[in-house]
Nanobody
Framework: VQLQASGGGLVQAGGSLRLSCAAS????????MGWFRQAPGKEREFVAA????????YYADSVKGRFTISRDNAKSTLYLQMNSLKPEDTAVYYC?????????????????WGQGAQVTVSS
């Protein structure tokens, strides 16, 4: 499956952005999906994950209550709604797919990755 992330940009602290990840090439519902991020000089970090249907979701503590992961299986698209953004949310955000029903926190369990979308939050 090919993944194409979009929607990144520059926003002030307290603002919102919505990332999209369009999937193509394979049946989208065969895949659980996740969002990860990586800031300069830091390791890749789990953000959120969704099972194949979107009915079960998981979040990192650092984004819980501010970010929402969702998916539209009819459009083969994954979303990450980010509200109340903070400067520490600045990173490149990656969507990822794993051929399984359930999402996971572990980046190495994902099989496919998008190219990344830059999110910059100014203070």
């Amino acid at each position: 499956v090919q993944l194409q992330a979009s929607g990144g940009g520059l926003v002030q602290a307290g603002g919102s952005l919505r990332l999209s990840c369009a999937a193509s090439g394979r049946t989208f519902t065969n895949y659980a999906m996740g969002w990860f991020r990586q800031a300069p000089g830091k390791e890749r970090e789990f953000v959120a994950a969704s099972n194949w249907s979107g009915g079960s979701t998981y979040y990192a503590d650092s984004v819980k209550g501010r970010f929402t992961i969702s998916r539209d299986n009819a459009k083969s698209t994954l979303y990450l709604q980010m509200n109340s953004l903070k400067p520490e949310d600045t990173a490149v955000y990656y969507c990822a797919a794993r051929m399984d029903n359930s999402g996971t926190y572990y980046f190495y369990r994902y099989d496919y990755w998008g190219q990344g979308a830059q999110v910059t939050v100014s203070s």
